[in-house]
C-alpha cells in the first residue's frame, strides 16, 4: 500500500498507509517523484499554535472566537505543500494529460495521487523539478509588490527562507539599488549573497539591535544627538526639524515570522517609509514595541499577501496573472533556486526530517522529499 506523511498529533509526524481510490472520469494518478512542505505556515498548524484554531470568518471580516465546546481537531493532518509527479493513470474523459507526462501542483507529501485533471499542470520544459517546488515561495514573495519598492529604493529583507530569498532578486528586479539580508544563520546569508543581495547581516550580532545597524549602514556616520528646534508655533508647539529621518532603509520587508524581527524592520525603516510584512505569525506578538519608530516616524505597515483576494490593485492584477508571471520567471531563469530546496532526503527519512524542520530549522532552507 502506498504511504503518506501526516501529523498524527500536534508536533508528530508519521508514515500512514492509504488506499488509492477508484480512478473517476476526468481524474489522473500521480506518482510522486519530488515533494515539499511549507516552512511557515504549514508548521503553525502542524505545532497547533494559538491562531491555528481561530478560524477567520468571510462573513465578518475577521478572526471569530470558536463556539464554547466546538474542538477544532484537524489531526491526523497531511504534511506537503508542493509536489513533482508521473502520469500512471487516466480517466476515460481526461484530456490534458497521458500517461508519463512530468507534472506538478500543490499536493501533500504522499506517494500517490488521484486528482481532477484540473488540478495539476505539465512541467515545463526547462523547469527542474526542484526550481517548480519554489513556485509557491515565488508566488507568496511576488505579493510584496504592495510594498510599493522603487527604482533607487534601499530595502531590507529579514529572513532568508525560501520567500526571503526570492524577495531579494525581487527588489532587484523592481529597481532596488541596495538589498540588505538579514539573517542569522551563515549558511543562508552566504546563499543571499549569491542570488544578488549587496549586504549580509547577522541580526543577532554584537547587542542583537539589527534596526540601528541598518541605520548606522544607511547613513553617513552616526547622527548628531537630537533634533534641533524650530520657530515657535501657536499654542506654544515647536517644530522638530529632524536631521536623522532619512537614517534607515525605504521599504523593510519581513519574511521570518518573528516578531522580533517585526520590531527591528520597523526599527530600520526611514522616517515614512514602508514595513512590508509577509509572515504569518502564530503566536503573541512578544519583543513588538509599536510604541516607538512605528509611532513616530510615521511608518506604512502593509500586510502583503498574494491569495487575500481581490488584490489591491485589481482588476489589472489577479491571482492568476501573479501565478502566470511567477512561473515565467521561474522558466526563463530571472528567478533564481539553485540552492533552495535544501536538503533533499528519502521519502523513507520524511518523519525526521519534518522534524528537524520544526526543532532544527538551521538544517534546512525548504526540505525537498526524494520518492524512489
Not at 515614512?272 to 510615521?298: D, K, M, Q
Not at 533552495?340 to 521519502?347: A, D, L, M, R
Request: with cysteine; charged share 20%.
Amino acid at each position: 500500500m502506498p504511504r503518506e506523511l501526516v501529523a498524527v498529533q500536534p508536533s508528530m509526524p508519521q508514515l500512514r498507509a492509504y488506499e488509492d481510490p477508484p480512478l473517476g472520469p476526468s481524474e489522473i494518478r500521480i506518482r510522486s517523484e519530488l515533494a515539499s512542505p511549507k516552512h511557515g505556515t504549514e508548521l503553525v498548524g502542524y505545532r497547533n499554535e494559538p491562531v491555528a484554531s481561530r478560524p477567520y470568518d468571510p462573513a465578518w471580516g475577521a478572526v471569530m472566537p470558536r463556539p464554547a465546546g466546538d474542538a477544532l481537531n484537524v489531526f491526523p493532518m497531511r504534511l506537503g505543500n508542493m509536489a513533482v509527479g508521473f502520469v500512471t493513470e487516466t480517466g476515460p474523459d481526461v484530456s490534458r494529460f497521458q500517461v508519463g507526462d512530468r507534472v506538478f501542483g500543490h499536493f501533500p507529501i504522499r506517494e500517490t495521487h488521484t486528482i481532477d485533471e484540473t488540478r495539476a499542470d505539465l512541467l515545463p520544459e526547462g523547469l527542474s523539478p526542484e526550481a517548480a517546488l519554489c513556485l509557491d515561495p515565488v508566488v507568496m514573495a511576488l505579493a510584496i509588490r504592495d510594498a510599493n519598492i522603487r527604482l533607487g529604493d534601499t530595502v531590507a529583507v529579514f529572513g532568508l527562507g525560501a520567500i526571503g530569498l526570492i524577495a531579494i532578486q525581487l527588489a532587484k528586479l523592481a529597481g532596488a539599488h541596495q538589498v540588505i539580508a538579514l539573517d542569522p544563520l551563515p549558511s543562508r546569508r552566504e546563499l543571499a549573497l549569491r542570488l544578488g543581495a549587496d549586504v549580509a547581516l547577522d541580526p543577532t550580532a554584537g547587542d542583537g539591535d539589527a534596526g540601528l545597524a541598518i541605520r548606522k549602514l544607511t547613513g553617513a556616520g552616526v547622527p548628531a544627538e537630537g533634533p534641533p528646534l524650530g520657530a515657535p508655533l501657536v499654542g506654544g508647539y515647536r517644530e522638530q526639524l529632524t536631521q536623522t529621518s532619512q537614517l534607515g532603509v525605504d521599504v523593510a520587508i519581513e519574511t521570518s515570522g518573528s516578531t522580533q524581527a517585526l520590531h527591528q524592520a520597523i526599527r530600520a525603516t526611514r522616517f515614512g517609509g514602508t514595513v512590508g510584512v509577509v509572515s504569518f505569525y502564530g503566536r503573541e506578538a512578544t519583543g513588538l514595541l509599536l510604541g516607538e519608530e512605528f509611532h513616530i516616524n510615521r511608518l506604512h505597515l502593509i500586510s502583503v499577501r498574494a491569495q487575500s483576494l481581490p488584490m489591491r490593485d485589481a482588476p489589472g492584477w489577479t491571482l492568476d496573472r501573479l501565478v502566470r508571471l511567477a512561473l515565467d520567471w521561474l522558466v526563463s531563469g530571472r528567478i533564481r533556486t539553485e540552492g533552495i530546496i535544501s536538503p533533499i532526503v528519502p521519502f523513507a527519512e520524511s518523519v525526521d526530517a519534518y522534524r528537524m524542520i520544526d526543532e532544527r530549522p538551521a538544517e534546512a532552507i525548504k526540505l525537498g522529499i526524494r520518492f524512489p
